[in-house]
């Protein structure tokens, strides 16, 4: 029942206004939970990215470029080289390495490495350790809920390779033949985006939700007030 409703029946019953209510911090063992849910994601997404180096790239025979340093005519060259591609539905899935020096889906791909680590990686771990309190102070429902490790762990784990590579690897492709190509991403973004629709969808359904709720504690307060007036 809404604080809207909850004052409304009390002053039916000659009583004040109720207190507001404030959101209930979640529980320990919940934030545990959450916690071995990130660790969890997290070690999923950096262990595809060590099976991806091995299984899809190798050790150049030739010296590569600087890390994630554009040549005088833009081109960044890879630190490692392309294996065969692993085809898993012919003309539109498959696992191809590439490396990323950008953001999610290769944002800003070309920009210098000192603005890439000065916008990522402190920017990831400000918003994961935003979204930890937001689900400790019991913000947001259950969607919201799940999606914290989601986003979370997908956030660190590309900020891990950032440290540990100077850019992150990708190796999902999805195309339609040669004529659309999406930009190839990893574990962590497919999180990231799973984790961020849940939230989009919890913000979309909750004022509905809300609503509903008022439009039942108001017919109830109503029915409350029809049955004690005299006749």
Same mark, same amino acid.
């Given at each position: /029942?809404?604080?809207?409703?909850?004052?409304?029946?009390?002053?039916?019953? $000659?009583? $004040?206004?109720? *207190?507001?209510?404030?959101?209930?911090?979640?529980? #320990?063992?919940?934030?545990?939970?959450?916690?071995?849910?990130?660790?969890? +994601?997290?070690?999923?997404?950096? $262990?595809?990215?060590?099976?991806? /180096?091995?299984?899809? +790239?190798?050790?150049?025979?030739?010296?590569? #470029?600087?890390?994630?340093?554009?040549?005088? *005519? #833009?081109?960044?060259? @890879?630190?490692?080289?392309?294996?065969? @591609?692993?085809?898993?539905?012919? !003309?539109?899935?498959?696992?191809?390495?590439?490396? !990323?020096? %950008?953001?999610?889906?290769?944002?800003?791909?070309?920009?210098?490495?000192?603005?890439?680590? &000065?916008?990522?990686?402190?920017?990831?771990?400000?918003?994961?350790?935003?979204?930890?309190? /937001?689900?400790?102070?019991?913000? $947001?429902?259950?969607?919201?809920?799940?999606?914290? @490790?989601?986003?979370? +762990? %997908?956030?660190l784990g590309n900020v891990v390779d950032r440290f540990r590579f100077g850019y992150v690897v990708d190796f999902i492709r999805f195309h339609v033949y040669e004529s659309f190509v999406y930009p190839t991403f990893n574990v962590a973004d497919v999180t990231i985006f799973i984790g961020v629709a849940l939230w989009l969808i919890e913000g979309f359904i909750a004022p509905r939700t809300?609503?509903?709720? !008022?439009?039942? &504690?108001?017919?109830? &307060?109503?029915? #409350?007030?029809?049955?004690?007036?005299?006749?």
């Amino acid at each position: /029942m809404t604080n809207q409703a909850a004052d409304s029946i009390s002053a039916q019953r $000659g009583q $004040g206004p109720t *207190e507001p209510n404030r959101a209930a911090r979640r529980s #320990g063992k919940s934030l545990a939970l959450c916690l071995l849910a990130l660790a969890i +994601s997290t070690w999923a997404d950096l $262990g595809s990215k060590d099976w991806a /180096m091995e299984q899809l +790239s190798r050790a150049r025979t030739t010296v590569s #470029g600087p890390v994630c340093v554009p040549d005088a *005519e #833009g081109f960044v060259y @890879p630190q490692r080289a392309q294996k065969a @591609p692993i085809v898993l539905i012919e !003309n539109y899935l498959e696992f191809r390495y590439a490396e !990323n020096c %950008g953001a999610a889906f290769g944002v800003l791909n070309r920009s210098p490495t000192w603005l890439r680590l &000065a916008l990522f990686s402190p920017a990831a771990i400000l918003a994961t350790l935003g979204l930890l309190w /937001m689900y400790f102070t019991g913000y $947001g429902g259950k969607l919201f809920a799940i999606s914290v @490790p989601l986003v979370a +762990s %997908g956030a660190l784990g590309n900020v891990v390779d950032r440290f540990r590579f100077g850019y992150v690897v990708d190796f999902i492709r999805f195309h339609v033949y040669e004529s659309f190509v999406y930009p190839t991403f990893n574990v962590a973004d497919v999180t990231i985006f799973i984790g961020v629709a849940l939230w989009l969808i919890e913000g979309f359904i909750a004022p509905r939700t809300n609503a509903a709720a !008022n439009a039942t &504690a108001a017919a109830t &307060a109503g029915a #409350g007030a029809a049955a004690k007036t005299p006749r």
